[in-house]
């Protein structure tokens, strides 16, 4: 718990240093996205995140943009035959983007995870069985996400964009739980 | 927690729910045991109109209760009884948090004792429980039933190839493979393979003396085991069955917590298994028994159940041999398979 903590505390002053020497892009301030978050692709899901552009360097116009983000999201799956999973993600990306084309993104960082169980039942000390209300487990997670995305000429402010997270939270059975993630869905631009 | 998060929440659990059916004629339910920090489901399907429930104890370990939902054998079983595909501790899409130090088989039989009673208490205490465990799940079978007081929760013991000898199971696992080796190979079958086979065993001509043997003697039984399938020695698996592993192993279940937390646990418990023998304490076992082992078992060599067959210390007992099966009858012959056991619960 206490190295969670540390590595939290270091990517959010990480974050903090170059938002301070950030060279923000003016056509380009943040996105929100919405997208399928699906577990092992199938488990459906949804996510929503915030992206926060902190450093932009671009040589010239028309030229790479290559770019530090802060990513905040939440998002939730349902395993329809066992339980239902809540993933608070925090991460910094880098960005590799060819103007008006795609981009590349890869991203690390740490977060919650959040299971809830359908009829737990824990025997009490008479002996009963009885019902867990909002049974589940808690998990600090560490992530990292692999991704394209992709420009619409007609629509700038919106793109699409594919992305493969891959999470291990813990502590989980004496091990680690395992959870890999398809992401598909459309960033937005804040005007 | 905000009154809107609640209610987020209740209506997400409601929508697992929903995917239930509690058609008593057709259960599709899932029930979860929370127990010394874990978190372990049991998922009920079939026929609970019968009043009997027959409790699965997955294979590995490592296995998973719906790695054992394989198409026909339980069709069969699920037209009759209502069957409860258990994910033991630290397997299948169990969660839980607690050392891995807390992992042994004794934990595991003291998490059955309380899955045994929440199934009477959820489905009346005049249900019918039979145990059904298989490989792995027959030592914890064996391991759960020899401690007495454990007997007046079940109806009756039904073992599918239980290894409740470790190192009596390597003192005939490695001669018997050695011996189907010899007899291919003057065959003329194949003898590049089969004198690979001979290599791999032939470095555990003594006890084994760490639990990752286990995997590597096993992964070679198992070679075996399907060569000795493709030539027809035992019945190939259907297509249908075929394709309910798949779905059971990567649909039905997370593959990848499920290989994550089985290899874990695996590793863990293997390391008590290969010390672990309960021959002696067959004879305090008086429930009804049945036990299943295929001719052509390479995995626990039939040795083991005619062990079990004449120690069990009830006069109730009974040993069915499936001439064309290897470590799983229910694959080879799912309908003699579930037959015997139809009858024989019939009888009981």
Known sequence: ?191 | MPAAFRLLIFALILGVSACQSHDPENLEEVIYLRKDGADMPAYIYGNATSKTFILVLHGGPGGSGLGYRLGTYSDLLEEQFAVVYWDQRGQGMSQGQYNSSDLMIQTITEDLAELCLLIHQEYGPDIRLFLMGHSWGGTLGTAFLVQEENQLLVDGWIDIAGAHDFPELFRTQVPLVDSIADEQISLGNDAVFWNQVKTGIGEFQEDLSAGNDLIFLNQKANEAETYLRNRGYTDPISDKDQNKVFTSNYFANNPLVVSTNGLHTSLVLNDELIKTSLTDQLASIKVPSLILWGAYDLVVPSKLGEDAFELIGTEDKEYIIFSASGHSPMLNEPVLFSGAIIDWIGEH
Do not use: C
């Open chain 1, 1 to 191: 718990m206490f190295d969670m903590l540390r590595f939290l505390t270091i990517i959010m002053l990480l974050s903090g240093s170059l938002s301070m020497s950030a060279q923000e892009s003016p056509s380009y301030r943040g996105s929100w996205s919405v997208a399928y978050y699906g577990n092992i692709i199938w488990n459906p899901g949804l996510r929503f995140s915030l992206d926060k552009p902190v450093q932009i360097r671009q040589s010239a116009p028309g030229k790479i943009v290559r770019s530090w983000h802060i990513n905040a999201s939440l998002g939730g799956y349902w395993d329809p035959l066992s339980h239902i999973g809540l993933v608070n993600d925090y991460q910094l990306h880098y960005r590799i983007m060819a103007p008006q084309f795609m981009s590349i993104r890869g991203g690390f960082g740490a977060g919650y995870f959040r299971t809830f169980l359908p009829n737990v039942y824990e025997f009490n000390e008479q002996g009963v069985a009885e019902k867990v209300p909002f049974a589940g487990r808690n998990y600090l997670t560490f992530s990292m996400m692999l991704g394209i995305e992709s420009f619409n000429k007609k629509h700038p402010n919106r793109t699409w964009f594919l992305n493969i997270d891959s999470n291990i939270a813990f502590p989980s059975n004496g091990f680690f739980y395992p959870l890999i993630f398809l992401e598909m869905g459309y960033r937005f631009s804040f005007k």
